[in-house]
C-alpha cells in the first residue's frame, strides 16, 4: 500500500527558512505529478505547488511564488518543499500529494495519495 509521510515542519519567527520532506514508501511514483497543499487553521486545505513527472514542469501559488521551491528526487522517492522568507500567514499544517496523472496540477481533486501533514507555524 502507498503511503507518503512528510517531516520537516516545526515553530518558526517570521523571515526564517524551513525544507519540508515527502518520502513515498510502497510503490514508486516516478510517473506521478507531485504536489504540496496546505491547510491553515479554520480554513480549507489549499494549493501550494506542485511537479510534473519528470520535474519539467512545476507551478505555485501567487502567494508562495518566489519564497518557495518544489524539488524531487527519484533516487530517494522523495518530495521537498524548500520555503524561504516565512511569514505568519504560511502557518498551516502541510500536505504533500502524488497526483493520478504525470502533469503538475493545481486541482486538489487530481491527487489521490495524501500524507498525514506536518505542522508549520510562523510567529511574527
Known amino acids: 500500500q502507498a503511503r507518503l509521510v512528510e517531516s520537516g515542519g516545526g515553530s518558526v519567527q517570521a523571515g526564517d527558512s524551513l525544507r519540508l520532506s515527502c518520502v513515498a514508501s510502497?510503490?514508486?511514483?516516478?510517473?506521478?505529478?507531485m504536489g504540496w497543499f496546505r491547510q491553515p487553521p479554520g480554513k480549507e486545505r489549499e494549493f501550494v505547488a506542485s511537479?510534473?513527472?519528470?520535474?519539467?514542469?512545476?507551478r505555485y501559488a501567487d502567494s508562495v511564488k518566489g519564497r518557495f521551491a518544489i524539488s524531487r528526487e527519484f533516487a530517494k522517492n522523495a518530495l521537498y518543499l524548500q520555503m524561504n522568507s516565512l511569514k505568519p500567514e504560511d502557518t498551516a499544517t502541510y500536505y504533500c500529494?502524488?497526483?493520478?496523472?504525470?502533469?503538475?496540477?493545481?486541482?486538489?481533486?487530481?491527487?489521490?495519495?495524501w500524507g498525514q501533514g506536518t505542522q508549520v507555524i510562523v510567529s511574527a
Open positions: 510502497g510503490r514508486a511514483f516516478s510517473n506521478n505529478g
Open positions: 500529494a502524488a497526483a493520478r496523472g504525470a502533469w503538475a496540477s493545481t486541482d486538489r481533486s487530481s491527487f489521490s495519495s
Open positions: 511537479i510534473a513527472w519528470n520535474s519539467g514542469t512545476v
